[in-house]
């Protein structure tokens, strides 16, 4: 059974930071892609960073320069650096993992980004 489960999220003032983690089993973690997705309130889920099983890493326009995303092939887990954060980062941040080559699509349960002051 597959499971992501993120942690990490809460309250942050603006200009802070956070690290996100999602710990993942159930899969050969290293031949998956792993990416962080978020959702505000009234819109749509939107890719905010990904990295693919050989490392190559792609960003959103909106946090390049300040979100870095890594993985950790030997604890299985992808994390979510977050810095300079402002008010428009908030969300529910979910993980995701996926298989281009055949289509398996997983994602976790969620956690919630609020920054405010």
């Known amino acids: 059974q597959v499971q992501l489960v993120e942690s990490g999220g809460g309250l942050v003032q603006p200009g802070g930071s956070l690290r996100l983690s999602c710990a993942v089993s159930?899969?050969?973690?290293?031949?998956?892609?792993m990416g962080w997705y978020r959702q505000a309130p009234g819109k749509q889920r939107e890719l905010v960073a990904g990295?693919?099983?050989?490392?190559?890493?792609n960003y959103a326009d909106p946090v390049k320069g300040r979100f870095t995303i890594s993985r950790d092939n030997t604890k299985n887990t992808v994390y979510l650096q977050m810095n300079s954060l402002k008010p428009e980062d908030t969300a529910v941040y979910y993980c995701n993992a996926r298989k281009y080559t055949t289509g398996f699509n997983s994602w976790g349960q969620g956690t919630q980004v609020t920054v405010s002051s």
């Open positions: 159930g899969i050969i973690f290293s031949t998956y892609a």
């Open positions: 990295v693919a099983s050989n490392g190559v890493t």
